[in-house]
């Protein structure tokens, strides 16, 4: 986006600002694809690319689940899947999507209310994946995992993108600031019996350049500001508005990490 280098007067300000929430207000949000932000925020990319070590890793298995796909496109992206792959989604429109993009391929996409059980039988799959989950169920992981399966998966790390959070919400608990820490979810894939073989975090800045992309964002991304709506935060939205124009970019900073575990081989009983 390029900005003006003199401000804009107040009227030429506020119609800047109507058109942009209106936009941002009714474009669809279905789907796990943000194109639409191009141009309008960035996002520093975690350095291990998760896209790609998935698809590497799709290449050279026989079964597979993507475990809370969105619409697909993060599977879909795999230039190989596995002759069995399966992916599961608890939102509707979503489903509708993954199926369309997914099936072709010859994937099938589950309907799940993405709490515990997951609908598949024990030892099913030799990897399982996830990007951004909103909980990861690791006692259903390990049992859905075949003996020497691996989980492999980017999730959100603690804080992320709380200065926007934050903006809107107003400071947050101490118990909110710790939540989603990579060496709970290390503990916790322990605890299911998965040995994790890989574990790392980073921090991303991220870079809103008008108020278009907070709106679009939050009405995406529904977990991080519970119940936002335009019209719910008019003062807040034109505030933000006004910082963005005067002062450049509002910056926030994700956080993300990447766990791989693999469920251990079962050992053989000798007979007697």
Same mark, same amino acid.
């Given at each position: 986006?390029?900005?003006?280098?003199?401000?804009?007067?107040?009227?030429?300000?506020? %119609? @800047?600002?109507? #058109? *942009?929430?209106?936009?941002?207000? &009714? +474009?669809? /949000?279905?789907?796990? !694809?943000?194109?639409? =932000?191009?141009?309008?925020?960035?996002?520093?990319?975690?350095?291990?690319?998760?896209?790609?070590?998935?698809?590497?890793?799709?290449?050279?298995?026989?079964?597979?689940?993507?475990?809370?796909?969105?619409?697909?496109?993060?599977?879909?992206?795999?230039?190989?899947?596995?002759?069995?792959?399966?992916?599961?989604?608890?939102?509707?429109?979503?489903? %509708? @999507?993954?199926? #369309? *993009?997914?099936?072709?391929?010859? &994937? +099938?996409? /589950?309907?799940?209310? !993405?709490?515990?059980? =997951?609908?598949?039988?024990?030892?099913?799959?030799?990897?399982?994946?996830?990007?951004?989950?909103?909980?990861?169920?690791?006692?259903?992981?390990?049992?859905?995992?075949?003996?020497?399966?691996?989980?492999?998966?980017?999730?959100?790390?603690?804080?992320?993108?709380?200065?926007?959070?934050?903006?809107?919400?107003?400071?947050?608990?101490?118990?909110?600031?710790?939540?989603?820490?990579?060496?709970?979810?290390?503990?916790?894939?322990?605890?299911?019996?998965?040995?994790?073989?890989? =574990?790392?975090?980073?921090?991303?800045?991220?870079?809103?350049?008008?108020?278009?992309?907070?709106?679009?964002?939050?009405?995406?991304?529904?977990?991080?500001?519970?119940?936002?709506?335009?019209?719910?935060?008019?003062?807040?939205?034109?505030?933000?508005?006004?910082?963005?124009?005067?002062?450049?970019?509002?910056?926030?900073?994700?956080?993300?990490?990447?766990?791989?575990?693999?469920?251990?081989?079962?050992?053989?009983?000798?007979?007697?």
């Amino acid at each position: 986006m390029t900005r003006s280098s003199a401000p804009l007067g107040p009227s030429a300000s506020d %119609a @800047r600002f109507d #058109a *942009l929430v209106a936009e941002a207000d &009714a +474009v669809s /949000v279905e789907g796990w !694809d943000f194109s639409w =932000l191009d141009g309008r925020a960035t996002e520093q990319r975690p350095s291990w690319g998760y896209a790609r070590a998935m698809a590497g890793r799709m290449a050279r298995a026989e079964a597979a689940l993507d475990i809370q796909t969105g619409g697909g496109e993060v599977l879909a992206s795999a230039p190989v899947l596995p002759p069995l792959t399966a992916a599961t989604e608890s939102w509707l429109p979503n489903v %509708a @999507r993954a199926t #369309a *993009l997914l099936r072709p391929r010859g &994937a +099938v996409v /589950v309907a799940d209310s !993405d709490e515990p059980p =997951l609908p598949f039988a024990d030892d099913t799959f030799d990897l399982v994946v996830s990007r951004h989950p909103v909980t990861a169920w690791w006692d259903e992981i390990a049992r859905v995992l075949a003996p020497g399966g691996t989980y492999f998966s980017q999730q959100v790390g603690p804080e992320s993108v709380f200065e926007l959070v934050e903006y809107f919400l107003g400071p947050r608990t101490a118990e909110e600031r710790g939540a989603r820490d990579p060496q709970r979810a290390r503990e916790d894939a322990e605890a299911a019996g998965l040995e994790v073989t890989d =574990l790392r975090a980073e921090r991303l800045r991220v870079e809103f350049l008008d108020i278009g992309s907070v709106v679009y964002f939050l009405r995406k991304v529904i977990w991080m500001a519970p119940g936002f709506t335009v019209d719910g935060h008019l003062p807040q939205l034109r505030s933000l508005h006004r910082q963005i124009e005067e002062e450049g970019p509002f910056v926030a900073h994700s956080a993300r990490f990447l766990i791989e575990a693999r469920k251990p081989q079962r050992t053989s009983t000798a007979l007697r």
